[in-house]
């Protein structure tokens, strides 16, 4: 069997695989985009499939596609919504503007296998089904790539916010385990009055919940479908009908709340709905950073540095300094979201980039959404399985850091005021000495009355201490 067979487009010969379902434009796009060497994500085959197999549908039933040719094409995307043939998606994301060879990837494929199902080889000449007559008709990139973006990232989106659910369910467990650890509060990484560790640590699960309401928020406009638009907008050479059967049908087949738009010109122009999403998992990302690098703060140390919290060893740290462990999920997930925050710059300077009727950067938007999810979800449940479920707390490093800190003294401004109060502190720190010790000394203060003002515990529980002691 020959190494090659020849497949025609509009500019003429192409010789692709024997073997290969993809026809002329996609082997063009191969050759002409030899890039990264990466495939597109399968969030963005599942969508585009999708799109071919309701369009097959849609247009079956509105008589303008053979049932025989309508049914091989459902059969064939049927067959890749499944799993199968996903190596036949071979297009780099770095491709064509608009997405045009991807389309013309899923078409191919589609067609072909369609084309087997209906018993032709495919090197026939004879073959019935099109990949632009029938599988995208009443379509074009412009109308189906937007649509597949939306579906791609509404596909996964549950999954997202499980992953950052768990991870806060995770911190809220750890919270109510280390609420009686009273320890050093820090602000601009200077001592600060005290604050329990499950005050701190319950104040990442509130961000990481409200980082998902958020990103549900942000979704909700990615359920907003331009499909029906065709080319530019008008819906040329597409039924009246087709936009909201299209919309009808795909929430049927994906099981997504999905809607019309009630502008198609806007839904091909303008990509700030991506644009918001995106923002919204980079505002989740800023966060995931401060939390990871609060984490690697704690646990710092062993000996030499804070080391209120120890991270499970779950490696090796060190290729030359042996029994080093160092925290390295939590780096991972530092880097993973740097990562995060790169692909959504990528996609705000894309979604500015359109021109007029179309925005030709749809490729590298619909990649670098998919890519950052992907990224975010396994980065989320990386560090939650193997990091912060296994976090310890080390009560007595916690408790002897608040012992030596001198802010303790806040909570006596009420009673001896604040010059009193920094003149305190002062000569605590120069002279290694108990604030109580010292305010007693002074005659500032009571010994019972200090011991009631300065319970660390209480000034974790807000209001204003000492003054029931004080009269």
Same mark, same amino acid.
């Given at each position: ?321 042996? &029994?080093?462990?160092? #925290?390295?999920? =939590? +780096?991972?997930?530092?880097? !993973?979201?740097?990562?995060?925050? $790169? ?99 002074? &005659?500032?203060?009571? #010994?019972?009355? =200090? +011991?009631?003002?300065?319970? !660390?515990?209480?000034?974790?529980? $807000? ?9």
């Amino acid at each position: 069997m020959s190494e090659f067979r020849i497949e025609k487009d509009s500019l003429g010969e192409v010789n692709v695989p024997s073997g290969a379902l993809w026809g002329a434009q996609t082997q063009r796009a191969v050759d002409n985009f030899p890039i990264s060497g990466l495939k597109p994500w399968p969030a963005f085959v599942w969508s585009q499939v999708l799109v071919k197999r309701a369009a097959a549908e849609v247009n079956r039933d509105l008589g303008l596609l053979p049932a025989d040719v309508a049914n091989a094409i459902i059969k064939a995307s049927d067959e890749i919504l499944a799993g199968q043939w996903q190596d036949q998606f071979v297009v780099d994301p770095f491709q064509a503007g608009a997405g045009t060879s991807h389309n013309m990837n899923t078409n191919e494929v589609i067609a072909n296998r369609a084309n087997q199902i209906l018993g032709y080889k495919i090197d026939d000449a004879r073959k019935p089904v099109n990949p632009n007559d029938h599988v995208n008709m009443a379509q074009s990139t412009n109308d189906t790539i937007p649509t597949a973006i939306r579906l791609g990232v509404l596909w996964r989106v549950a999954e997202m916010v499980q992953s950052l659910t768990a991870l806060a369910d995770t911190f809220d467990v750890k919270a109510a385990e280390w609420d009686d650890i009273v320890k050093s509060g820090r602000t601009h990484l200077q001592d600060a009055v005290p604050i329990r560790l499950g005050q701190e640590v319950k104040a990442w699960a509130t961000a990481l919940r409200r980082g998902v309401e958020k990103i549900n928020f942000a979704a909700d406009s990615m359920r907003r479908l331009g499909i029906g638009g065709t080319a530019n907008g008008t819906g040329l050479n597409a039924h009246t009908e087709y936009h909201a059967r299209m919309v009808q049908v795909l929430s049927k087949l994906s099981g997504l709340e999905l809607h019309t738009s009630d502008d198609l010109f806007e839904s091909m122009q303008s990509h700030a709905d991506s644009v918001f999403f995106s923002g919204a998992v980079r505002a989740v990302a800023q966060d995931l950073i401060r939390i990871a690098n609060d984490v690697r703060l704690l646990s710092s140390g062993p000996t030499t540095g804070l080391a209120e919290i120890t991270c499970p060893p779950v490696q090796p740290g060190s290729s030359i300094m042996p &029994g080093k462990v160092n #925290p390295v999920l =939590a +780096e991972m997930l530092d880097m !993973a979201m740097f990562h995060v925050i $790169g692909c959504d710059t990528t996609v705000l300077l894309a979604g500015q980039a359109g021109q007029l009727e179309l925005n030709v950067m749809m490729p590298i938007i619909g990649h670098n959404l998919f890519e950052m999810m992907q990224v975010m979800i396994g980065s989320v449940d990386a560090f939650n399985e193997r990091c912060a479920k296994g976090l310890v707390a080390n009560k007595e490093r916690a408790e002897g850091w608040l012992a030596r800190n001198p802010i303790l003294v806040t909570a006596l401004n009420p009673i001896i005021g604040y010059q009193n109060g920094a003149a305190v502190a002062k000569q605590s720190l120069a002279e290694n000495r108990s604030i109580k010790e010292i305010v007693v000394e002074k &005659g500032l203060m009571q #010994p019972d009355e =200090a +011991e009631q003002a300065l319970n !660390a515990r209480k000034m974790t529980e $807000g209001g204003i201490q000492g003054i029931a002691a004080a009269g």
